[in-house]
């Protein structure tokens, strides 16, 4: 492979139970209630847009979208302010391709909110600068569709069959599918139950370290 994308949420930072935990806190204002397998299906992994049609059942404008949407990141940051670090092995592995010139970036569902407060709480401009990742603007349709990593590819001047991708999410290993990935790896962060997909399956960055040497 010459080239990664990474998904963020989950995958470089491992925050599933604080999104869990903020929805959670979200939904009983608006008693609404779902499973975690229900929180699976509809919610990780997808665009806000998407989540909050599946939260209240209906098409919303996207100026509804957006203020319940920012409503439930406000929650999801005051949970996880405290705990915000990268995930095991990840700035190692950062290193590792860049002393390789294996050039990577970021393709998210994350919105700007809180890409905003990824910045100021991680050294995200270390590794990655803000004009070299793909997070949902709005312009995006959300994963399963292929288009975020279409232009994380872009970013970093690459056809997708030369990229490998990290994903956690149901949702976002299908939109890597989509894309046409090289390879696809499957960060497991909260232990779920990924045997339909036939994919390695790591628990540490630096794990995959060899896959990418000469």
């Given at each position: 492979m010459k080239g990664v994308i990474f998904d963020f949420n989950g995958t470089l930072f491992w925050d599933t139970h604080?999104?869990?935990r903020a929805f959670d806190i979200f939904m009983e204002r608006y008693n609404v209630r779902f499973s975690e397998e229900?929180?699976?299906q509809k919610i990780y992994g997808k665009s806000n847009i998407d989540i909050m049609h599946a939260i209240f059942g209906c098409v919303l404008s996207r100026e509804e979208s957006h203020r319940y949407a920012v409503e439930k990141e406000l929650i999801y940051q005051d949970l996880c302010r405290d705990c915000v670090e990268f995930a095991p092995g990840a700035e190692a592995f950062f290193e590792f391709l860049r002393k390789r010139d294996i050039p990577f970036t970021i393709g998210s569902s994350v919105g700007v909110e809180n890409m905003n407060f990824y910045y100021e709480h991680l050294d995200m401009a270390k590794w990655f600068p803000r004009?070299?990742?793909v997070y949902n603007d709005g312009t995006y349709r959300g994963k399963p569709a292929p288009d975020i990593f279409l232009a994380a590819a872009g970013k970093i001047g690459l056809p997708m069959y030369d990229i490998a991708v990290f994903e956690d999410s149901p949702a976002g290993i299908k939109a890597a599918e989509n894309a046409g990935a090289g390879k696809i790896y499957i960060v497991d962060s909260n232990g779920d139950d990924y045997?339909?997909?036939?994919?390695?399956?790591i628990r540490n960055f630096m794990d995959v370290a060899a896959d990418f040497s000469d």
């Open positions: 604080f999104h869990s229900e929180k699976r004009e070299r990742i045997s339909r997909f036939p994919y390695r399956i």
